[in-house]
């Protein structure tokens, strides 16, 4: 019986240390947060100074042992960001530039937090700056996610979709990711895009600088930047929509687009039948 005991003890205390250890990190981390919040005058007075703390307690949550507690510090470390990116007076001064650096932890910790990867593509492709970087962290998501673990998986295609074509002018990895993401919208409940993906997709593989498949990537990416309220964002995917030779509409709340003049567009020589995307509302 007191052998028993003995060998209980010894199973037991190594899962004792582990969980000791990783809540006395969290504590560590939350302590170091309430640090900052006690003194959120420097985010005010030296915003640069704030901004390199927060590099370096962002690079001690990269190397910390979870110890199984992934998904509870990446939803906690998504939180923190929420917080970075919502402080609009201090992010006009420091830039996004710390927003890879949020998503990296987020991503490695929960790759199938489906809801972060629209904040991904908004804040490291368009408010950082870094398109490649966002693309590399939406990776994640695609290796880790799939319809059958979450119906609305497709977006992150759609999402890279969209930054390859508009900010990389990456076409052939755009029209795989739409491709790949008609593949997995089929099957769910909204598998009424399906067509929406795979035009796309055939409209850039004839036509590489299709006017009508820009305009509606950049009226997503509007959509997208109002749902957030990221102004500087709106006004760019405005004057890219301008410039296309588009107008934004709303209608019964859905955000559209109207051509100011008629333009000539390739049709599709493979599928004569199909349906032709047409300006206005997105589906």
Do not use: C
Not at 168 to 175: K, N, Q
Not at 197 to 221: E, H, I, K, Y
Not at 237 to 252: Q, S
Not at 256 to 283: C, H, M, N, R, Y
């Amino acid at each position: 019986m007191v052998r028993r005991h003995k060998e209980w003890g010894r199973k037991w205390l190594p899962t004792t240390a582990k969980v000791a250890i990783a809540v006395a990190a969290l504590v560590g981390v939350i302590q170091m947060q309430r640090t900052q919040l006690a003194r959120p005058s420097m985010w005010v007075t030296n915003p640069k100074v704030a901004e390199e703390q927060e590099a370096t307690r962002l690079r001690f949550l990269q190397k910390l042992p979870t110890f199984g507690f992934n998904n509870l510090l990446a939803d906690w470390v998504f939180l923190n960001f929420l917080q970075y990116d919502g402080d609009m007076d201090v992010r006009r001064q420091t830039g996004y530039g710390l927003s890879p650096a949020y998503f990296d932890i987020i991503t490695r910790l929960d790759p199938r937090f489906l809801g972060i990867y629209l904040f991904l593509s908004g804040s490291v492709s368009y408010q950082a700056g870094q398109p490649e970087a966002a693309i590399q962290l939406m990776k994640r998501g695609t290796e880790a996610l799939s319809p059958k673990i979450n119906p609305l998986s497709f977006q992150i295609w759609r999402l890279m979709g969209i930054d390859q074509l508009i900010l990389l002018g990456d076409i052939p990895g755009s029209i795989h990711s739409h491709e790949m993401a008609a593949q997995w919208v089929q099957g769910t409940p909204y598998q009424k895009l399906t067509p929406v993906f795979q035009q796309a997709a055939d409209f850039l593989r004839t036509d590489p600088n299709s006017v009508l498949v820009r305009l509606q990537a950049w009226t997503d990416v509007y959509a997208q930047a109002l749902a957030f309220k990221d102004q500087d964002t709106q006004a760019r995917a405005k004057r890219e929509i301008a410039a296309l030779g588009g107008e934004l509409v709303e209608k019964e709340g859905r955000i559209g687009f109207v051509l100011k003049e008629p333009i000539q567009q390739k049709t599709l020589p493979t599928k004569p039948t199909a349906p032709q995307p047409k300006s206005g509302d997105p589906e």
